[in-house]
């Protein structure tokens, strides 16, 4: 079953939040946390990454908190989920480089091409969708 991770799911939530906040002031880890019931050590991590991917600002201080780096109109959902999971695939057969070391059944695999062709499709849906969209 395809599923994305507590991490992809958190960081979807944590820039949707952000993305919601329009009157211009930073968001807490805080905010985000206690609005989601997210762990807060865990949406920090995220955020971190997000922040290391340029997908969010970070300020430091006071008034500290994230902001969207961009504007939510080209924030894709495959910039948000790739920041937090670089190597995510919907199997691990088709990552670039995969050999008959990572899968028993490499060399008579019959359902390697077909789920490749998934994963473009899955990707094309995710870059085509941005967190404006799902305000």
Do not use: W
């Not at 807490?28 to 997908?55: F, H, R, W």
């Amino acid at each position: 079953m395809l599923k994305l991770s507590k991490k992809t799911e958190y960081a979807l939530m944590a820039v949707k939040f952000i993305a919601k906040k329009t009157d211009g002031n930073s968001v807490t880890a805080k905010e985000i946390s206690d609005g989601y019931n997210i762990p807060y050590d865990l949406l920090s991590k995220v955020l971190q990454q997000l922040t290391k991917k340029k997908v969010i600002k970070s300020f430091q201080g006071i008034k500290g908190g994230y902001s969207l780096s961009k504007d939510p109109n080209s924030v894709t959902l495959i910039d948000i989920i790739r920041a937090v999971e670089p190597n995510y695939q919907i199997t691990e057969c088709i990552k670039d480089g995969s050999t008959e070391k990572d899968c028993t059944h490499f060399n008579c695999c019959m359902i390697r091409d077909p789920l490749a062709k998934v994963q473009k499709e899955i990707d094309k849906l995710f870059r085509s969708l941005t967190i404006h969209q799902i305000l």
